[in-house]
């Protein structure tokens, strides 16, 4: 499980490195409701593909392997590097970030940088707090929106419900 210590531990050192970034998932949800609803596997954040070469390194530097690579994962290729766009790593101590990578389209939009990219509603407007610290998160309209078009599991079904009721 990734405690809020740990989860805010991850935001700032993204934060220590510039690294531009959004809470979401079960996280993102807790920021927004700034309260912890339940416990949490992972840290899911969304991070724009200019940062990803960054994001990878800084990782790669505090002890964090590739797990794996989403199925709507798109590989690029960044110098020598081939880098994922959607995927999990996780250190020797067991904290997981889930990582998805957006883009900006050339209206301004958000998108998301997978094999069959969609837009985003307002995706990162959010603000929140995880532990009392204040994180920026992906909107109550972006997390409703990327939690459709798949069976939802019964944490992701309370985490809709609770947004819901906000």
């Known amino acids: 499980m990734l405690s809020a210590h740990d989860a805010l531990s991850l935001c700032n050192l993204l934060e220590q490195h510039s690294i531009r970034f959004w809470v979401m998932g079960g996280w993102g949800v807790d920021a927004l409701l700034h309260c912890e609803t339940r416990p949490h596997k992972d840290l899911d954040i ?15 530097e505090h002890g ?20 994922p766009t959607a995927f999990v790593m996780a250190d020797t ?17 958000i998108i998301q940088y ?8 307002d995706a990162i407007t959010g603000r929140g707090s995880i532990d009392g610290a204040e994180v920026s998160c992906v909107s109550k ?9 798949y069976t939802l599991p019964d ?11 906000e």
């Open 93 to 109: 101590q067991g904290r997981e970030i889930d990582v998805h990578v957006i883009d900006f389209g050339s209206d301004g939009a």
């Open 46 to 60: 969304l991070v724009v593909l200019g940062d990803l070469p960054l994001l990878w390194k800084v990782l790669d």
């Open 141 to 149: 309209e972006t997390q409703l929106a990327m939690h459709t078009g």
């Open 114 to 121: 997978y094999n069959n990219p969609r837009p985003l509603p």
């Open 155 to 165: 944490g992701h079904l309370r985490d809709l419900k609770h947004l819901q009721a």
């Open 64 to 83: 964090f392997t590739l797990q794996y690579a989403w199925e709507e994962n798109r590989w690029v290729d960044w110098e020598a590097d081939r880098l």
